[in-house]
């Protein structure tokens, strides 16, 4: 059974406004090209990041719809801070219990470089 994008958006938000995220984007120096780049990178590749498995992200090819759309959903709003996001991908439980989202430094998927360069990217898009 598909559940609605605007569902898991809203719930992601109400979770983030539970546990004491604030809802105002904060600003940030610009980040690297090269870093955001390298981001990207990692999030399409299909052996690491795979984000396009379970998100849509822009100029993704056979993104998933389990996970909300990544292109639109306001990361800088519900984390307020790329450590916040980097800290989500680390363990994405332990900010949202029983979410289904693989975690990616606990399990050791990525480094916490390569976290770091995937939220430089996803700190990047519009949404």
């Not at 379970?54 to 292109?71: E, I, R, T, Y």
């Not at 050791?108 to 995937?118: A, G, I, N, P, R």
Request: net charge positive; glycine share 8%.
């Amino acid at each position: 059974m598909k559940t609605s994008k605007l569902v898991v958006i809203a719930v992601i938000t109400c979770a983030a406004g539970f546990i004491g995220f604030e809802t105002a984007a904060v600003a940030e120096p610009m980040t690297n090209a090269e870093n955001i780049a390298a981001g990207k990178s990692i999030a399409f590749n299909r052996t690491q990041g795979n984000c396009l498995a379970c998100h849509v992200l822009p100029g993704g090819k056979m993104a998933g719809d389990v996970g909300p759309d990544l292109s639109v959903l306001p990361l800088k709003a519900i984390f307020k801070t790329k450590e916040k996001l980097v800290d989500f991908l680390y363990d994405p439980e332990k900010v949202i219990p029983h979410i289904n989202m693989p975690q990616f430094g606990k399990n050791k998927v990525l480094t916490h470089h390569q976290m770091e360069l995937v939220a430089d990217y996803l700190w990047s898009l519009k949404g």
